[in-house]
């Protein structure tokens, strides 16, 4: 039993097209997360989500947009894709007041 | 802004020596948590070790342990027996405000 989940694990798209990434986690957590990796490793946080609100919206490009449809599952759309979106994105939960950040395998994102 | 800093890119060690890893951080909050993350070359993010900001006391998992200095801002992780599985990318983290801030990452080769 997967904690959390994302699918595709792979992601190969042309650019200028509109792909999803989907994440689900069965550990009640209430808060989610997408964070990206870019080539160098670096891990920066993108969006969080409470219960599903929208917590914490960093500089993002307004092509990303996350979905919450309840506090289980959040996925991530991207419109238009460009060649700098690709990355591994990973989707991650955490209980409330513990620190702990549970995170999925990643989605490995190429665009050409 | 809370930053977190690991200024080792790579670091060696030979096969059931010891390695420290370094971490600094810099935040103006009181009440905070500290990670360790692994990062194998299956991509996937795993806790290695969790320390609390209000425990002195250095948290410790089997082999890998920390050395937690409060004052000086500093989290470094010490692996002992070092094995061929703990070579990976090693994150070190901090969470406060519900953020995950990662460090740059520190590679760790383990030379049998």
Redesign the interface.
Known sequence: DTAVSQTPKYLVTQMGNDKSIKCEQNLGHDTMYWYKQDSKKFLKIMFSYNNKELIINETVPNRFSPKSPDKAHLNLHINSLELGDSAVYFCASSPAGYGLTFFGQGTRLTVV | AQTVTQSQPEMSVQEAETVTLSCTYDTSESD??L?WYK?PP????I?VI?Q?AYKQQNATENRFSVNFQKAAKSFSLKISDSQLGDAA?Y?CAY?GN?????G??TRLTIIP
């Open positions: 905070y948590y990670f990062q299956s991509r996937q993010m806790l969790r609390e990318m994150f969470i519900e953020k995950l801030t990662f740059t990452g």
